[in-house]
């Protein structure tokens, strides 16, 4: 089910991402399981969820979110043989269960 959200960066939370600037209110329509899932986020971070949403465009417009993806996947394929190593661990340890 779609679900109106509303929210205003004008009161509550945390207002660092918009110092000295003016707020605007603004709407979107989204799935109701978004909608759920971003006050939940907000909520867990403790920010309303004005400034949540605030602080995904611009970390998303800055290109931190690129570069986050960039550095989980060199860290992953640098230490892939680490992670492959304990899953074959873990699926013999399965087979030897089963036998």
Known sequence: MERLLR????????????????????????DEDVAELAKKRAADLGLSIG???????????????????????????????VFDEAEEAQQAHRRARAA
Request: glycine share 10%; charged share 20%.
């Open 51 to 81: 400034d949540y949403l605030a602080r995904l465009v611009q970390d998303d417009a800055s290109g931190l979110r690129a570069r986050a993806v960039g550095a989980a996947a060199r860290f992953l394929a640098d230490h892939q043989a």
């Open 7 to 30: 929210w205003s960066t004008a009161t509550g939370g945390n207002s660092c991402y918009h110092a000295g600037m003016a707020k605007t209110q603004l709407g979107a329509r989204v």
